[in-house]
């Protein structure tokens, strides 16, 4: 039982490049999310999504691109990488869209831009 | 708007000892409040919740909160830490009318031997 997977684990960027961070679930998950995770701040919303197709921006979405082709996997997109996008992102999944249900979070990615 | 705060950024008990970290919320309406924990380079999982019904909830590894409505608090504790609670532990909350989730900083919990 695998959960969210995330990848890669680590990643250096240099200002400007782009990339793509990857998302996958194996529970059937309608919901997933993008959070990152900053010193002192707690976890920021950055884009969500409640289903294939449907996705929305969270508290902090400028910078970053998603999409949902299949219930399976949500990737996060950085289009020009910036210094203060260097976080720790996390991805996680919930069964249903309400407000009791657990969320299942991936083991994070480390980014760095320099 | 709803805000989370954990008393502490870190907070240090020797084994054995009383571990209480503190969250308090704002919320016009009841809310659902969690527990999450974080080991070292993992990601969260769900310590515990409170819904509805009871107010002192127990949790996994010994843990348990008690939602206090009068206090807007949903404060976590464990009667003896161990040197495996060693974590960060963040407190959520969510509305019911609106499913997202607001997290508060966290609290590094350091275990002393």
């Known amino acids: 039982n695998a959960g969210v997977t995330q990848t890669p684990k680590f990643q250096v960027l240099k200002t400007g490049q782009s990339m793509t961070l990857q998302c996958a679930q194996d529970?059937?998950?309608?919901?997933m999310s993008w959070y990152r995770q900053d010193p002192g701040m707690g976890l920021r919303l950055i884009h969500y999504?409640?289903?294939?197709?449907?996705?929305d921006q969270g508290e902090v979405p400028n910078g970053y691109n998603v999409s949902r082709s299949t219930t399976e996997d949500f990737p996060l997109r950085l289009l020009s990488a910036a210094p203060s996008q260097t976080s720790v992102y996390f991805c996680?999944?919930?069964?249903?869209?309400?407000?009791?249900?657990?969320?299942?979070f991936g083991q994070g990615t480390r980014l760095t831009v320099v | 708007a709803q805000s989370v705060t954990q008393l502490g950024s870190h907070v240090s008990v020797s084994e054995g000892a009383l571990v209480l970290l503190r969250c308090n919320y704002s919320?016009?309406?009841?809310?659902?409040l969690f527990w999450y924990v974080q080991y070292p380079n993992q990601g969260l999982q769900l310590l515990l919740k409170y819904t509805t019904g009871a107010t002192l909830v127990k949790g996994i590894n010994g843990f348990e909160a008690e939602f206090k409505k009068s206090e807007t608090s949903f404060h976590l504790t464990k009667p003896s830490a161990h040197m495996s609670d060693a974590a960060e532990y963040f407190c959520a909350v969510s509305e019911g009318s609106n499913y997202q989730l607001i997290w508060g900083a966290g609290t590094k919990l350091i275990i002393k031997p």
């Open positions: 996680a999944s919930s069964y249903r869209l309400d407000s009791n249900t657990e969320a299942f």
């Open positions: 529970m059937n998950h309608e919901y």
């Open positions: 919320s016009s309406v009841p809310p659902y």
């Open positions: 999504s409640v289903g294939a197709g449907i996705t």
